[in-house]
Antibody, heavy 123, light 108 residues
Framework: ELTLVESGGDLVQPGGSLTLSCGAS????????????MSWVRQAPGKGPEWVAN????????NYLASVKGRFTITRDNARNSVYLQMNSLRVEDTAIYYC????????????WGQGTLVTVSS | SSELTQDPAVSVALGQTVKITCQGD??????ASWYQQRPGQAPVLVMY???NRPSEIPDRFSGSVSGNTASLIITGAQAEDEGIYYC???????????FGEGTRLTVL
């Protein structure tokens, strides 16, 4: 069974930085992991999900939500079946549960979700 | 406001059929995916494409598309189907995913 586990969420002050990590297990092989785009999707308290960023199978292409472009960076390490989200210049409105998700939501749905990690941006 | 429009809440009697809808221009071309979220849990994919269901999702869930409206149909709703249902499709650029604001389903 595919499992995605996020870590790294924390309380941070506005303007601060944080790096989220996501490890995947249950893929039948490395090539299976590399068959999929990976995404980060966030959900603010009481709100619906919001796609944040995604990264192509080989890491050669990244896409970002307009409000995070230039502040967030998504990367992946295919040798470790892991994906990361570096977040800089954090704002209060970035406060949310951040989910690591398999798929890009366009060519393939978000078919597996982690349990999420909470990022709180507050002074 | 979202590019995808959903009714805020819907209710259904136990064992009856309910339709949850999602309206948006992108649905006409790219269809929609549907996600169920129970309190305190991560969303779960329940339907995608024209009418594709993950293997672990009960067959009482089905989907349809007509024009710019996608529908998630639950035939014989069960108590465990309660939750918030979000649809997702492409944004106006057609490059990125966008979610609707969700429909809260109550099973009476």
């Amino acid at each position: 069974e595919l499992t995605l586990v996020e870590s790294g969420g924390d309380l941070v002050q506005p303007g601060g930085s944080l790096t989220l990590s996501c490890g995947a297990s249950g893929f039948t092989s490395t090539s299976s992991w590399m068959s999929y785009w990976m995404s980060w999707v966030r959900q603010a308290p009481g709100k619906g999900p919001e796609w944040v960023a995604n990264i192509k199978q080989d890491g050669s292409e990244e896409n970002y939500l307009a409000s995070v472009k230039g502040r967030f960076t998504i990367t992946r390490d295919n040798a470790r079946n892991s994906v990361y989200l570096q977040m800089n210049s954090l704002r209060v409105e970035d406060t949310a549960i951040y989910y690591c998700v398999r798929g890009d939501g366009t060519s393939w749905p978000f078919d597996h979700w982690g349990q999420g990690t909470l990022v709180t941006v507050s002074s | 406001s979202s590019e995808l429009t959903q009714d805020p809440a819907v209710s259904v009697a136990l064992g009856q059929t309910v339709k949850i809808t999602c309206q948006g221009d992108s649905v006409r071309i790219y269809y929609a995916s549907w996600y169920q979220q129970r309190p305190g849990q991560a969303p779960v994919l329940v339907m995608y494409g024209k009418n594709n269901r993950p293997s672990e999702i009960p067959d009482r869930f089905s989907g349809s598309v007509s024009g710019n409206t996608a529908s998630l149909i639950i035939t014989g709703a069960q108590a465990e189907d309660e939750g918030i249902y979000y649809c997702s499709s492409r944004d106006s650029s057609a490059k990125h995913a966008v979610f609707g604001e969700g429909t809260r389903l109550t099973v009476l």
